[in-house]
């Protein structure tokens, strides 16, 4: 069995760390966004993520690459809402100009915090982002928190750990999610055609022109319910769909997350999430460009104006001195 190893390196000229354990290699650039640019197996010629040309398309579009962390996830509509105890007025930060989008965290440098080889032969780095007064967000999101990931590189692939702590003296929006770019095909020499994407979608979120959820869910459509099973095509066609978590069964067991599966080489990437994600965003931009997002998400579009009781949006406040916490995991299937 190889050693594990962590690394401090550069990703095009941005700050990086590169983990190795158990066959697999990652990549996390903690100087934009702590984005996990690439995740492999590089004796079997795997790579499972979608990694930026360069930095500067990382620094500029790092949300369609590898693994942003958003925070809050997606859309809020003219970047408006209130909580019982505030308004907030977030910039409109869109390419359309009408939302606050993809949050605060994705573009940001991050620190450090600790890096260890583990007894078991795993490799574990955690990363944070403190957000104090002085941060230009404060004056539109005034809360002092903190947000650790912890990734764990092994035989089980790439375990990864959110941690928020709210420091703040008032109760805090919470809305968490990644912008999961897995590459198609991932195999060398795979061909697009015979990839199949599987998702623990529940039922479809009806979306307004501008991506927004209306409030109302909407049973799966005939061309949908194969996600549940078999899967679907995940490039080809444009895709963007916004869906309920609901478990399916795999191995015997209920699963939450996503399988993007090879069928011609029976490969598949495993990507299980905890039942915290309660709502998927599926994306694939043109359809033309190589990739599938599969993008859990604790909250649903614009969930903080959606007029809906919280536990159907997964709209949250997490109170003063408290943390909130939940996990993934990435790791292939071969055979």
């Given at each position: 069995m190889s050693h594990a190893s962590i690394t401090s390196v550069t990703f095009d000229g941005v700050p990086a760390m590169e983990l190795r354990?158990?066959?697999?290699?990652?990549?996390?650039?903690?100087?934009?966004?702590?984005?996990?640019?690439?995740?492999?197996?590089?004796?079997?010629?795997?790579?499972?993520?979608?990694?930026?040309?360069?930095?500067?398309i990382l620094r500029q579009k790092s949300q369609r690459y590898g693994i942003p962390p958003l925070f809050p996830p997606n859309r809020i509509l003219d970047g408006k809402f209130s909580t019982p105890y505030r308004q907030y007025d977030l910039p409109l930060n869109?390419?359309?100009?009408?939302?606050?989008?993809?949050?605060?965290?994705?573009?940001?440098?991050?620190?450090?915090?600790?890096?260890?080889?583990?007894d078991n032969g795993s490799a574990e780095l955690v990363l944070l982002m403190e957000m104090g007064r002085e941060g230009e967000m404060y004056p539109y999101f005034p809360h002092e928190f903190t947000y650790e990931l912890t990734y764990t590189l092994s035989e089980r692939g790439l375990e990864q750990?959110?941690?928020?702590?709210?420091?703040?003296?008032?109760?805090?929006?919470?809305g968490v999610g990644f912008h999961?770019?897995?590459?198609?095909?991932?195999?060398?020499?795979?061909?697009?055609?015979?990839?199949?994407?599987?998702?623990?979608?529940?039922?479809?979120?009806?979306?307004t022109l501008l991506f927004v959820s209306t409030g109302k869910q909407?049973?799966?459509?005939?061309?949908?319910?194969?996600?549940?099973?078999?899967?679907?095509?995940?490039?080809?066609?444009?895709?963007?769909?916004?869906?309920?978590?609901?478990?399916?069964?795999?191995?015997?067991?209920?699963?939450?997350?996503?399988?993007?599966?090879?069928?011609k080489r029976n490969i598949s990437l495993v990507y299980e999430t905890d039942p915290k994600y309660g709502h998927w965003t599926v994306w694939n931009d043109d359809g033309k460009s190589g990739f599938i997002c599969p993008e859990p998400q604790t909250w649903t579009n614009n969930a903080p104006n959606v007029p809906l009781p919280d536990e159907m949006t997964g709209f949250q406040l997490l109170e003063p001195g408290r943390s909130w916490s939940a996990w993934t995991r990435m790791y292939a299937e071969i055979g």
């Amino acid at each position: 069995m190889s050693h594990a190893s962590i690394t401090s390196v550069t990703f095009d000229g941005v700050p990086a760390m590169e983990l190795r354990a158990g066959g697999y290699r990652a990549v996390i650039a903690h100087g934009v966004g702590s984005n996990v640019v690439e995740l492999s197996r590089p004796a079997e010629g795997l790579n499972f993520l979608r990694t930026p040309e360069n930095g500067e398309i990382l620094r500029q579009k790092s949300q369609r690459y590898g693994i942003p962390p958003l925070f809050p996830p997606n859309r809020i509509l003219d970047g408006k809402f209130s909580t019982p105890y505030r308004q907030y007025d977030l910039p409109l930060n869109s390419s359309d100009g009408l939302h606050f989008m993809h949050g605060i965290l994705h573009k940001r440098p991050w620190k450090v915090k600790s890096e260890r080889i583990l007894d078991n032969g795993s490799a574990e780095l955690v990363l944070l982002m403190e957000m104090g007064r002085e941060g230009e967000m404060y004056p539109y999101f005034p809360h002092e928190f903190t947000y650790e990931l912890t990734y764990t590189l092994s035989e089980r692939g790439l375990e990864q750990q959110v941690r928020i702590t709210n420091l703040s003296s008032e109760p805090m929006p919470l809305g968490v999610g990644f912008h999961t770019a897995l590459r198609v095909p991932f195999a060398d020499g795979g061909r697009e055609e015979d990839y199949r994407l599987a998702i623990s979608v529940g039922k479809e979120w009806d979306l307004t022109l501008l991506f927004v959820s209306t409030g109302k869910q909407l049973p799966l459509d005939e061309a949908d319910k194969p996600l549940r099973g078999e899967g679907i095509a995940p490039t080809g066609a444009p895709y963007a769909k916004h869906f309920t978590s609901s478990p399916m069964e795999r191995s015997g067991k209920p699963f939450y997350g996503s399988v993007l599966t090879d069928t011609k080489r029976n490969i598949s990437l495993v990507y299980e999430t905890d039942p915290k994600y309660g709502h998927w965003t599926v994306w694939n931009d043109d359809g033309k460009s190589g990739f599938i997002c599969p993008e859990p998400q604790t909250w649903t579009n614009n969930a903080p104006n959606v007029p809906l009781p919280d536990e159907m949006t997964g709209f949250q406040l997490l109170e003063p001195g408290r943390s909130w916490s939940a996990w993934t995991r990435m790791y292939a299937e071969i055979g």
